[in-house]
């Protein structure tokens, strides 16, 4: 098992536990597990089955600021 797997079956443990005693914020404090996080994981879940519960990346994939590679070549070549 992969720390992946590890960690899906970690939260889903974790949902189970506060299903089963009907209180979230015992199981919130009991796991240390922030309010925001784990409310976001049952709709993760619902959406994207095991998948879901993965952590992403969560900084954006483009950079709207990022120079272009012409200027930035022309930086290293002046003593980047």
């Known amino acids: 098992m992969n720390s992946d797997q590890r960690e899906i079956q970690r939260k889903l443990r974790i ?17 240390g597990i922030g309010r925001a996080n784990f409310f976001r994981w049952p709709k993760a879940y619902a ?7 993965l952590v992403t990346r969560s900084v954006p994939h483009n950079h709207p600021n990022k120079m272009s590679a012409e200027v930035e070549q022309k930086i290293c070549r002046y003593g980047g």
């Open 15 to 31: 949902l189970e536990h506060a299903d089963k005693i009907g209180d979230v914020s015992k199981t919130r404090r009991h796991f």
């Open 47 to 53: 959406d994207k089955g095991e998948a879901g519960l």
